[in-house]
């Protein structure tokens, strides 16, 4: 995320941080400046009057397509690499609701210490009418579809952490 700085804007990033230094990342080890805000899912409503907050405001907002935080209320089904899989669809409610686009991007390492940022595919989410997860599935679905081509294109560079095609997700503590 500290690549987006060239769009001269504040970046916020959805992200559950676990206890101790297990996902502290180099510039918090360094002493330097952290290139983003943290939102967490875990606070008041997920974070989501945050997430709208900073988007009304022209921020970046940026939340993993493929993780599941939150509520289970928040997933869908989607089809993905031959079977059904679990997508969060939260993303693309908050898109509706502040009229900011949504950019799939992926980024994959392509040397010893260089990453490639791909810009996959911008979607603009009309304003719909219902929160359910049937109004945002075609959206994850588009997502999935980008997915599962950059894993086509670059099959070790897609880290899945969970079980994306458990019928039955494990529940968190915000379920």
Not at 139 to 161: G, I, K, T, V
Request: proline share 6%; glycine share 8%; hydrophobic share 35%.
């Amino acid at each position: 995320m500290s690549t987006l700085e060239f769009l001269q804007r504040p970046v916020n990033m959805l992200m559950r941080r676990e206890d101790g230094d297990i996902d502290r990342h180099y510039y918090e080890h360094a002493g330097i400046p952290c290139p983003y805000r943290i939102i967490d899912p875990t606070g008041y409503l997920g974070g989501t009057l945050e997430m709208m907050g900073a988007l009304k405001q022209g921020q970046i907002v940026s939340v993993m397509g493929d993780r599941l935080l939150g509520s289970a209320k928040s997933n869908t089904r989607v089809d993905f690499l031959g079977a059904q899989a679990t997508v969060p669809f939260s993303a693309y409610k908050l898109a509706a609701a502040t009229g900011a686009p949504v950019v799939i991007f992926f980024t994959r390492k392509d040397g010893p210490k260089s990453y490639r940022v791909q810009l996959a595919r911008v979607l603009r989410i009309p304003q719909l009418k219902g929160r359910k997860a049937e109004t945002f599935t075609p959206f994850a679905q588009e997502f999935a579809e980008e997915l599962e081509a950059f894993s086509d294109r670059s099959p070790y560079q897609f880290y899945n952490f969970h079980n994306m095609w458990l019928t039955q997700q494990p529940q968190t503590k915000n379920d």
